[in-house]
């Protein structure tokens, strides 16, 4: 296994994400772990991070020396770069112009990390490398036993090696996709240089997994709060698969989820998988708390408390439960339990399944080691839909914060058939334009997009229809594209394809008489509307 070391950049959880998408499992920690940690860990390589500080600063982070001493190979990338060189002797300067963005790179004396490996030859037969830069200050001096292995005009030290020692530093980023060839140099630090091999999959992922779930739970019993988002619900199907009955699940249906969403979960787990599950029908109470509460950070608070008070209602029930399942992944764990404090902005997590401390029941956490595609994988592995597993994102305040204002049960009804026909459309709209470098080109627009919903406008204005005038209610329709949903661009859908939902939506859904297409990005705006 590889381990990877957080200097606090925004990339660190990348280099995680390619490492393993080149079969062999790593983990990220931070830099400053001990000299103990580094040499217990049982790493067959390093990588050394990125980071927004400079080397130069008097505080500024260091590896532990007991990466360099272990015997196995280091990558340093950028930040990494430089702080190995400053910390096995080498100089490292300001380069008073930060450069950012595309560079391209020469190639020099034939390492292990880059030989054979080009973008294109120039004229004088020098192999180029097309990457990604992001950096202020550069190596001055290399240390000893280094030599260079790479240059650009402004940065004649872009990367450098020891291959006797096997490190290896880069002063681009290989994890990002617009370096060309990032795939093939990170693939070829960890299977050539570090001599992992390619084991980390998903059936042998399941079958340890499975084994970890038995030997950790035995025959006690495990509750989990299904709320059909894609985490619980890979959650779901890997413990039953691992214990069967001894697994409950509690479906708490608030009012607030989309069209037919509360027949699918019961349908796909209870049905199909034959999980137990309990399904709670608690529409009523969550409308009466909301009832006249129009404030949406208030609204947030009601729905987070009264979905806490129902699953405790329900799991209280289960007087053998020993255990509380939750669908926490691996970017929830690095980014809560501080191992990714480095960096400088961090999203706050929101998220309803955070359950209480109060129940006395011990956490069953089966995907904290995965990335949200290495979920997906699994939940496909699983046997659960593919359409299941690659949906979009849904708040776990549902259409409460996509209801402005007041929230009734009259205009989620009004919501949820606007929305379904918006999904629907963009689900069967084919998608013409480029994929994402090194990424399959998404089929349809559903897929194209990060996220895209119906927003529910507490507003009338006047229409006609046929010869009638109408006085309905307004919704928006929003879609966004992004990588991290910190920040997003709205999707530039075809007008074609809004045009159709528009009209669908206003003949179909009486009530509603007006469409319209939110055109702001995050920031200033943020994907939800409250
Ligand atoms: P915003 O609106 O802040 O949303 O740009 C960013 C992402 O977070 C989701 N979101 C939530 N998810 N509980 C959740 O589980 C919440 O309270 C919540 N609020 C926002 C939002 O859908 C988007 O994907």
């Known amino acids: 296994k590889i381990l990877i070391l957080d200097f606090g950049s925004q990339v660190t959880q990348l280099i995680a994400r390619r490492v393993r998408d080149a079969g062999v499992f790593s983990e990220v920690y931070p ?28 505080d500024s982070p260091r590896a532990p020396q007991a990466v360099f001493e272990i015997g196995v190979p280091v990558l340093g990338i950028c930040y990494g770069m430089q702080t190995m060189a400053a910390q096995l002797g080498g100089k490292v300067e300001n380069g008073l112009v930060r450069e950012f963005g595309y560079a391209e790179v020469r190639a020099r004396n034939h390492t292990a990390l880059l030989n054979g490996i080009n973008d294109f030859v120039t004229d004088e037969g020098h192999g180029m ?18 030599k260079l292995m790479a240059s650009t005009d402004s940065c004649p030290i872009a990367g450098m090696a020891d291959e006797e020692r096997k490190f290896y530093a880069v002063q681009w980023h290989p994890e990002v996709t617009h370096t060309v060839q990032g795939k093939a140099m990170l693939g070829r630090f960890v299977h050539e240089i570090c001599g992992c091999k390619a084991d980390w999959n998903m059936p042998d992922y399941i079958s340890e997994a499975v084994e970890k779930i038995r030997a950790q739970v035995g025959k006690d019993e495990v509750i989990l709060g299904l709320s059909g988002g894609v985490d619980s619900s890979v959650a779901a199907a890997l413990i039953h698969r691992a214990i069967g009955d001894q697994l409950t699940c509690v479906f708490v249906d608030h009012g607030l989820l989309r069209l037919n969403e509360g027949k699918m979960v019961m349908d796909m787990f209870s ?52 255990w509380l399942a939750q669908g926490t992944i691996y970017p929830d764990v690095i980014e809560s339990a501080g191992k990714g404090k480095k960096g400088q902005t961090i999203k ?22 995965l990335f949200k595609d290495e979920v997906r994988k699994l939940g496909v592995a699983l046997g659960l839909p593919h359409e299941m597993v690659y949906r979009h994102p849904f708040p776990g305040p549902g259409l409460g914060v996509r209801i402005l204002g007041e929230v009734k049960k009259e205009y989620a009804d009004l919501l949820r058939r606007a929305d379904a026909i918006f999904i629907e459309e963009l689900r069967n709209t084919p998608y013409e334009g480029a994929a994402m470098p090194g990424e399959d080109a998404p089929a349809n627009w559903y897929d194209a997009t990060s996220q895209a919903f119906a927003v529910f406008l507490p507003v009338k ?3 006609v229809m046929g010869d009638g005038r109408t006085y309905d209610y307004v919704v928006a329709l929003r879609a966004v594209q992004t990588q991290d949903f910190m920040t997003a661009h709205w999707a530039h859908v075809p007008h ?27 920031p200033p705006a943020t994907i939800e509307w409250e």
């Not at 706050?348 to 080691?369: A, I």
Request: aromatic share 6%; proline share 3%; no cysteine.
């Open 31 to 58: 830099y400053d772990v001990s000299d103990e940690f580094i040499r217990n860990y049982g790493a067959s390589g390093v990588i050394l991070s990125g980071s927004h500080n400079s080397t130069l600063e008097g």
């Open 129 to 146: 490398l097309k990457v990604w830069m992001s950096h202020g200050d550069k190596v001055l001096e290399m240390p000893a036993g280094f």
């Open 271 to 322: 049905k199909n998988l034959g999980v137990k599950v309990i399904q709670v029908d608690a529409t009523e109470q969550f409308m009466g708390h909301l009832a006249g509460v129009t404030d949406p950070e208030q609204k947030r608070k009601i729905i987070g408390r009264e979905f806490v008070e129902v699953f405790q209602a329900e799991s209280a029930k289960l007087v053998n439960a020993k």
């Open 348 to 369: 706050s997590h929101h998220n309803v399944g955070g359950l209480p401390e109060t129940m006395k029941l011990q956490l069953l956490e089966p995907l904290r080691e």
């Open 461 to 463: 204005s006047v229409g």
């Open 496 to 522: 074609s394809l809004l045009g159709k939902v528009s009209n669908r939506i206003i003949n179909e859904v009486r009530g509603l008489n007006r469409v319209v297409y939110d055109i702001s990005g995050k």
